[in-house]
């Protein structure tokens, strides 16, 4: 058994608005293990993004506590890596740049970091495009930039807030299997937000399910774990164990319908 | 190939369109020179300027006090802009004063101003500086502002802490708008330059007109205003948007024009 990595416990958030307090998420407890993936599924608005946002340290938790290796979390850290659903590579800088900034930070020297950033930009497919920026880049490849500066800043726990979810539904395949045979080789500890039941399946070695608003998590499944190398898609589709957990992922996810 | 040097013709089309009007509306009319004089006319006055002595002294003297004035302005707009951006109780505080003093012309501060730094540069200076601090300021706030905050988060994600998400995010961020409000603040600092001089100076291209109208020379007036619109119009060209090519065009933050 591996040790917990994160562990949030009797964490419940609420948003001031104009209209008053209103309950983002319902109480949660969640144990993430050092080396594991863990996808949640949830239905829009059920407070998986605020989950993720307290983890990463943006929002402080109105009740309960989230630790990290054990000590509270108090606001972001390079430990905890996120790669976000909307576009936050930076606009100025070329790929090569913003994989490396992560390392700029860390004050890694230069000849370090040029190897990691070519070894991220060969596992992520960004041959040839080092020294663009991103807006002459399609969407696809941006989401794989932002995936290689989050992994070349080698954090111990990644967070990621449906990612592929602005992508087009075949390179989000794509982009699925790579980062399964990311995670697989890599053995970080990911945290993977998404309200695609087969994303989550597919991607996770535990699926969380969460509630509607305010969402708590309602079931939790074991997915064995996929052989060296990740997944993918032929032979998830194929495999009548993997067909079973989706459906049971469907029918909790399907009964929390808004 | 035909298209694009049609392109980069396309800026020069009005400019000759009102020449053309011009020249027809003299043939027809025959105003009195001191009213319109021809075109003919302001190109020989100017001739006679720049050869026979004062214009390039004055067109060194409104530039060096444009620079400095405009750079001036920038830089303490962009700070104070900074600080204001990015602490949003200073900005609460400032507000109201900048939207005060931002209503009151250069103009009005004119005799004090005269009574507490004398006529000279440093009039000039803070005319200019008056129009030009304001603008880059309000831009400055707006562009830290419009950065938008998922950008911050990755980089503070990344363990970067304030002062990296400065000067990687926020400031790059809030370049289109900085340099916008560069644009502006050149345009109006030319106003306030030529104000300046006109009461306040001895040299400079405001001078020139003031002298031009002492006489009823609308030669020399004209003259005067095509050549300040046209070193504007040159300094956009060569110094502004060189830079905008080499950054907010570059990252595709702005769109870049077709002639480029």
Redesign the interface.
């Known amino acids: 058994m591996s040790a917990d990595k994160i562990v949030v416990s009797g964490f419940r958030h609420f948003f001031q608005s104009d209209s008053g307090r209103v309950q983002a998420t319902g109480e949660i407890d969640v144990t993430i293990r050092e080396g594991e993936v863990v996808t949640l599924v949830g239905p829009s608005g059920c407070g998986k993004t605020t989950l993720l946002k307290a983890i990463?340290?943006?929002i402080t938790p109105s009740e309960g506590q989230i630790l990290c290796d054990g000590k509270p979390v108090r606001?972001?850290?390079?430990e905890?890596?996120?790669v976000?659903q909307?576009?936050?590579?930076?606009?100025?800088?070329t790929v090569r740049k913003n994989i490396a900034?992560?390392l700029e930070?860390?004050h890694v020297p230069k000849a370090e970091r040029d190897r990691t950033v070519e070894r991220l930009i060969g596992l992520m497919s960004l041959n040839g495009f080092e020294d663009r920026?991103?807006?002459?880049l399609s969407g696809g490849m941006r989401q794989r930039v932002a995936v290689a500066?989050?992994w070349a800043?080698d954090?111990d726990v990644i967070l990621m807030d449906e990612p592929f979810a602005a992508v087009d539904a075949m390179t989000r395949l794509t982009l699925q299997e790579e980062l399964g045979r990311l995670c697989a080789t890599t053995h970080k500890t990911v945290f993977f937000i998404t309200h695609s039941v087969e994303e989550a399946v597919f991607l996770g070695d535990r699926v969380l399910v969460m509630t509607k608003r305010p969402g708590t998590i309602k079931a939790m499944l074991d997915v064995p774990r996929p052989g060296k190398g990740g997944r993918d898609w032929d032979s998830f589709t194929g495999d009548p164990e993997m067909r079973a957990i989706s459906e049971q992922v469907m029918h909790l996810v399907h009964a929390e319908r808004v | 190939m035909m298209g694009r040097i049609a392109w980069k013709l396309l800026p020069a089309a009005p400019a000759l369109i009102v020449l053309f009007a011009w020249w027809v509306y003299w043939t027809i009319v025959q105003p009195p020179p001191s009213v319109i004089p021809s075109i003919l006319d302001v190109v020989r006055t100017g001739a006679e300027l720049a050869f026979g002595g004062r214009l390039a002294g004055d067109i060194v003297a409104s530039m060096g006090r444009l620079l400095g004035g405009v750079a001036f302005g920038m830089v303490t707009g962009m700070i104070a802009g900074f600080i204001a951006g990015l602490w949003r109780p200073v900005a609460d505080f400032f507000n109201p004063l900048v939207v005060f003093f931002n209503a009151i012309s250069g103009i009005v501060w004119l005799p004090l101003v005269i009574g507490w730094l004398g006529v000279g540069n440093a009039l000039a200076t803070f005319l200019i500086w008056n129009t030009v601090f304001f603008i880059i300021f309000q831009n400055t706030v707006l562009g830290i502002q419009l950065v938008?905050e998922?950008?911050e988060?990755?980089?503070?994600?990344?363990?970067?802490g304030r002062w990296?998400t400065i000067r990687?995010?926020t400031l790059?961020?809030a370049l289109p708008y900085i340099l916008s409000g560069v644009r502006s603040g050149l345009g109006f600092g030319w106003r306030a330059l030529i104000a300046a001089e006109l009461v306040g100076a001895t040299t400079g291209l405001g001078q020139l007109i003031f002298s031009g109208s002492e006489y009823h020379r609308a030669d020399i007036i004209i003259f005067g205003a095509l050549l300040i619109g046209a070193i504007a119009m040159l300094m956009d060209r060569w110094l502004l948007a060189p830079i905008e090519r080499r950054?907010v065009v570059?990252?595709?933050?702005v769109a870049a024009s077709r002639g480029r």
């Open positions: 990463a340290g943006f606001g972001p850290g390079r905890r890596g996120v976000f909307e576009l936050a590579i930076l606009p100025w800088r900034h992560g930070i860390a920026y991103p807006h002459e500066r989050t800043a954090p | 938008p998922v950008l988060q990755g980089v503070r994600s990344l363990g970067g990296e990687s995010v790059p961020g950054t570059r990252w595709g933050l």
